[in-house]
């Protein structure tokens, strides 16, 4: 694949890590060394994937943490995908439910079976070559020892506190203690650490992560919620696995893009693609009002699908390959003109997360965490430092909707990791993390770096669009002021906002046996290989 890696057009003027032998790339600088470290211990990628997972659950818990669900795109000499989703819990009362307009998005009926940990525990069995333990000692150190929170991390933090601190029942007592114990966010530069954090890592790491969904850790999760009026039970953690599934892919120009199946929204990039794909965008210069709208709209149509028909897989009524049909891409595209859609509609085809990549000479891994929305559900079991994910929120209440909320039951799911190769041969994992802005991250940066010809780090770098519902978009500042304008008078509800509204991404490339990596602008993120 061919690229410039000496063209930065864009404001932030990182440039990309080149390295021989393994490189690793994160959100958080304390993180993306927990890997590095790993490497220097004589680990793999796989290693060096779930230490950083670990990792982030202390250095970044304003996204992901030990009780929230992960996935991963593993390259062995071929792609292999695992789910790591949990469901509803198999006594979840839908009365709780009636009478609500939407979902709720905090206490317990957001809450569902956290998965994370039985991935890690998955992953490293089938790849790891260090001893699990040792894959926790720079997270339990930075939990123990404590460490200065860094900056995107503490605003983040600091814009959530309002919303947390008011919550005064009792589920949510303990997650107020620990990550506002002076009754506000940490600073930037402030000292942060969780003892309780660090017992469970070691707890998790003694015992494999059978503690956590069988034993002390299980227990203690019941109990607290049983007395707080929770649903989830130590039954539904027992009965928790996590799942391996085959990636789904599409052809793009020269490269196959892949993403983890439904119940995730990773489809979404791979159909937005594919209209895109017909739309000859190559013509067009990457920063035109031409190539912003034409994008936006084959999102707009990919999302009026996804929402309608994606859900746990057991539950759709239309098939990956009915949304992935190319005449079906064909009809979508006919829709598509010079005026932007007011509002897109699902056609009828016939037939606050982290992400981290990581690689080395034999593997290379896409992974991704979340507590979903910023910390999560607000509730944290007395003694863990374990903050339950609010996962189940992104169920719908709309009846005879293939993703309803019922019990026992897998959400719809933001978070997708990806990866690129050709001609059979890997190029290597991306991501963007950020809700519904990952899979419009995923389109932007394949189409920057196929059309544009851009390096990984450019890529990132690159201004982006986020589309919002109906005819409503954001737009990142730095966008030329003659798209903005012009896409107004296509008829886009245009608003500018900041960075943060983005998502944040990293991507490893591998290059006649150089890996190139970048790291996003717009977390406190870093790359490093050697």
Known sequence: MQFNLNAYPYASQRRVILAKNCAVATSQPLATLAGIEMFQAGGNAVDAAIATAITLTVVEPTSNGIGGDAFALVWDG????????????KNLSLQAYSGLEKMPELGWLTVTVPGAVSLWYEVWKRWGKLPFEQLFSPGIRYAKNGFPVSPVTAEIWRRKQAIYLSKRRPEYQYFNQIFFPKDRAPKAGEIWGSGFHADTLQEIAKTGGDSFYQGKIAEKINNFSADTGGYLTSDDLANHTPLWVNPIATEYKQLKVWEMPPNTQGIAALMALNIVEGLKIEQYNRDSVD???????AMKLAFADVYAYVSDADYMKVSNRNLLDKDYIKQRQELINYQAIPLAKPGIPQGGTVYLCTADSDLMVSFIQ???????????IPETGISLHNRGSAFTLEKGHPNEIEANKRPFHTIIPGFLTKDNQPLGPFGVMGAPMQPQGHLQMVVNLTDYQMNPQ????????RFLGENSILLERGIAPEIIEGLRQRGHDVKLAPETMFGKGQMI??????????????????????
């Open 370 to 380: 979340s507590n979903y929305d910023s910390f999560g559900s607000g509730i944290l």
């Open 291 to 297: 190539s912003f709208h034409y994008q936006i709209e």
């Open 458 to 465: 450019a890529a990132l770098d690159a201004p982006r669009w």
């Open 78 to 89: 071929k792609l292999q995908g695992i789910n790591g989703s949990g469901k509803s819990p």
């Open 509 to 530: 490339l591998k290059n006649n046996g150089v890996l190139i990596t970048g790291s996003e602008p717009r977390a406190d993120g870093l790359a490093l290989g050697y």
